[in-house]
């Protein structure tokens, strides 16, 4: 995929963001919270927010590649337009790659339940 497709699939603005927290729904695991909210776009996006509570660069990177990676791998199950906001809690960072996926699985299925 090039750059420009896979930009399009994200959420980028602070606005973006403010919209999905104002007007979407939370759902959460004891390290992600998930807003969720509908949008305009004919596809599903994701916002990801990790801040430096969680760990160093490092950790913050690997825990966005893994969000990233989850959320490109399960991309067809999800609802088309609607908008995703990731936000991980302290301790996520320590989880390995398997706990965290196995959260953000609960996270999503939570919220594609209740919709």
């Known amino acids: 995929m090039n750059k420009d497709y896979q930009g399009f699939r994200r959420l980028r603005k602070s606005w973006e963001y403010q919209r999905v927290k104002q007007v979407g729904c939370k759902y959460s695991t004891p390290h992600f919270v998930l807003l969720v909210a509908d949008n305009v776009v004919d596809t599903s996006r994701l ?3 990790v801040s430096r509570r969680v ?6 990177n690997r825990l966005k590649r893994l969000i990233r990676e989850h959320f490109r791998l399960n991309r067809v199950s999800l609802t088309q337009n609607t908008d995703y906001s990731v936000i991980a809690k302290r301790g ?3 989880l390995s790659s398997s706990e965290i996926y196995s959260q953000l699985k609960k996270v999503f299925l939570k919220s594609a339940i209740k919709k």
Do not use: L, P, S, Y
Request: aromatic share 0%.
């Open 55 to 60: 760990g160093n660069a490092v950790e913050r």
């Open 47 to 49: 916002g990801v927010t």
């Open 92 to 94: 996520a960072a320590q």
